[in-house]
């Protein structure tokens, strides 16, 4: 078994790939509260319109109304977007079910699956190699590249919102089993699904959990179809981790190793 797993780490070529997200345009987070506020400008009370004062204070009663908050309900709450002051609205994010949060004055999600892109979270970011769907509740998914290891650094300003990241693979050679290796620097979740060309997604495992030890699932060739009849491929693997925290790493691989079928 020792001499086994030395030769796989001679066999998977070790290759490092920081990915990078794309920029995201940052703004000061506090706004600005108006001195001269023409809704209630006949009184201390300055509240933009979204709630009252108490007895005659200019303390805003809390919560504000109409998804706004601050002590003049000058900002929108979380999930929503827009310009409050002066009777202004908050809007709900609008982000595909991609994210729980916009920015506040442009309304842009932070998607919280890495590899989701758009000022929705609607589509995959295929310049990074993300591809798939993020509408109807679907995803992106990283591809990896057979016998290659990969490692994820979700790190950084840019990053801090991602929960989740997904890969897939379909393993190109039908005499050949398949190994899945992972490791998480801090705890996440993990699941992992079975797609074949003539039926719908299915679960091979739910709520495994990833750790800082390398964990290896193994797919054998007798129960999965590898490889491809014609243009349709046969068998892939959706690999999701969620539920992390930024900062982390994630090493990931799929390897079928020719000479496995020697043994
Ligand atoms: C905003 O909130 C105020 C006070 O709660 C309320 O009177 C007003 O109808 C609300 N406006 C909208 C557009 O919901
Ligand atoms: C409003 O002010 C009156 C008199 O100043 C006081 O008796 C009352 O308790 C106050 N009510 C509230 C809700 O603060
Ligand atoms: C991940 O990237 C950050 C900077 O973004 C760097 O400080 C850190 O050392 C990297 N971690 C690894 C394991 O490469
Ligand atoms: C993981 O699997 C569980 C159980 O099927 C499901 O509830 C959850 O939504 C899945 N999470 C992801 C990110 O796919
Ligand atoms: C997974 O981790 C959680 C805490 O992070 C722990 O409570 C649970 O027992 C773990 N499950 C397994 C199967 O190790
Ligand atoms: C796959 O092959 C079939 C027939 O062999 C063809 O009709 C179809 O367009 C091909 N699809 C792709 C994506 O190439």
Known sequence: MHGMELLL???VVALTLAVVSQPVRTFPQEQEVRSEDPVT????????GH????NGTSICNQPCGNFTRGPHCE???SGYYGNPVNGGKCIPCECNDQAAECHPDTGKCFCTTKGIVGDHCE????YNHYFGDPTNKGSCFYELTIDYQFMF?????NNHHYTQINFRNSPSNPAVDAEFRIACSVPSKLNITVKTADDVERPILTNHNCTFNQHSYWFSKAEYK??????????TFYVYVYDFRTPLWIKSSFSQPKWWKLL
Not at 226 to 235: I, S
Request: hydrophobic residues 30%; proline residues 3%; aromatic residues 2%.
């Open 153 to 157: 650094n979700i790190s950084g300003k």
């Open 41 to 48: 400008s006949n009184s201390a009370c300055r509240c933009n």
């Open 226 to 235: 590898f490889g491809a009849l014609g243009n349709v491929t046969l068998t």
């Open 51 to 54: 709630s009252t004062c108490a």
């Open 123 to 126: 589509r995959c970011d295929p």
């Open 9 to 11: 780490q001679m066999m």
């Open 75 to 77: 900002q929108c709450v």
